[in-house]
């Protein structure tokens, strides 16, 4: 029975993981719309020129990705760092006192529920197995062999900002000048919407309450950049 019960324990981390990763990707995006929708139509309230507004949505379009994958490398490097300590020194205590770790072992499934026999016996096994993986599981949270990846964190999380940036880019671009900042606003609230239900989705949170926060943050992101760019406009004509 323990045989069969433990190799769903990667399967469920992994499936986990995608998640994360998912819900990661959905919220760069989201960072994506509401900054570069707010350079935009900042810089759209005080000129009608497009060159100005392709210039600033550029701009932050590319920083806002770079910033994005140089903040995810530099933290998931750390935790990736974290991990491989960790494992080091667990991998050094299995060789220093295998009984004892052993012991320790037993005694954390013996927490989780079982009984003592049943504990042994499920360390005993799982030592025989691997004994790093059993206990870097149980005992760290960590599987040996899906360490975080910076590089793959970096890339996603730019290309994730980079995706959501385009939408108000394109907005405050593609219709005749009266139009762009309504056009802007409407396709910006629209894709809040979806990315709010969508990060709530994946999270298991309420749809509803996730939708209200993006949408009202995104209004008043907008609203903010409008007003300063409409009286920065007027200031310098």
């Known amino acids: 029975m323990t045989n069969t019960s433990h190799p769903a324990e990667p399967h469920v981390g992994s499936v986990s993981s995608k998640l994360n990763w ?28 497009r060159a100005p507004i392709l210039t600033a949505g550029s701009a932050g379009l590319v920083a806002g990705a770079v910033s994005m994958a140089l903040g995810e490398y530099v933290s998931v ?7 491989k300590a960790l494992l080091i020194k667990e991998r050094q205590e299995l060789r220093d006192d295998p009984v004892a770790e052993l012991d320790e072992l037993a005694a954390l499934y013996e927490a989780k529920g079982l009984s003592s026999a ?7 096994e799982l030592t025989d197995h691997n004994p790093l993986l059993a206990h870097a599981e149980v005992e760290l949270g960590i599987n040996p062999d899906e360490l975080t990846n910076p590089l793959h964190a970096a890339s996603s999380s730019a290309l994730s900002f980079a ?5 108000p880019l394109i907005a405050i671009l593609a219709p005749p000048t009266a139009w762009r900042i309504p056009v802007t606003v409407v396709a ?3 894709a809040l919407v979806i990315t709010g239900a969508v990060s709530a989705g994946l999270g298991g949170a309420p749809k509803g309450r996730a939708v209200a926060r993006n949408v009202i943050g995104g209004g008043l992101a907008l609203a903010i950049t409008y007003v300063i760019g409409h009286l920065v406009g007027a200031a310098i004509t």
Do not use: F
């Open 77 to 83: 490097s750390t935790q990736r760092d974290t991990e």
């Open 22 to 49: 998912l819900r990661a990707g959905v919220l760069g995006a989201n960072d994506g719309i509401v900054s570069t929708a707010g350079i935009v139509v900042g810089v759209a309230a005080a000129t009608v020129l």
């Open 188 to 190: 910006v609230l629209a």
């Open 118 to 124: 049943t504990a042994r016996t499920v360390a005993e």
């Open 163 to 167: 995706v959501g940036a385009m939408l």
